[in-house]
């Protein structure tokens, strides 16, 4: 059964950083696309960053440049740094790990099967 488990929100400064982790159990991790995603109040669920098994990334334009995915094989972990944080990054952020995709992660949350139980991050001006 796969877990992923959450960890590192809080609340910021604008300007300010936070590094959020994902824990993850199964053995989906090493092979599976993994994703942050976050949700605003009112807004849709949407990609943040994804690391798949090979490597390659996919950024959120918004995020490019101040947040950075990586993860711990040896720890089953997944990390995203966050970097001169805005307002606008507040939302509850989710870490999801694909079924079918290894590289060339996708972008949208329906394609992920599994998911986390969320961090908030908020970020004042």
């Known amino acids: 059964q796969v877990q992923l488990v959450e960890s590192g929100g809080g609340s910021v400064q604008a300007g300010g950083s936070l590094r959020l982790t994902c824990a993850a159990s199964?053995?989906?991790?090493?092979?599976?696309?993994m994703g942050w995603f976050r949700q605003a109040p009112g807004k849709e669920r949407e990609g943040v960053a994804a690391?798949?098994?090979?490597?390659?990334?996919r950024y959120a334009d918004s995020v490019k440049g101040r947040f950075t995915v990586s993860k711990d094989n040896a720890k089953s972990t997944l990390y995203m740094e966050m970097n001169s944080l805005k307002p606008e990054d507040s939302a509850m952020y989710y870490c999801?790990?694909?079924?079918?995709?290894?590289?060339?992660?996708?972008?949208?949350?329906?394609?992920?099967?599994?998911w986390g139980q969320g961090t908030q991050v908020t970020v004042s001006s």
């Open positions: 690391l798949g098994s090979d490597g390659r990334t």
């Open positions: 999801a790990a694909s079924a079918t995709y290894s590289g060339d992660c996708p972008a949208y949350s329906y394609q992920y099967s599994y």
């Open positions: 199964g053995y989906i991790y090493s092979r599976s696309c």
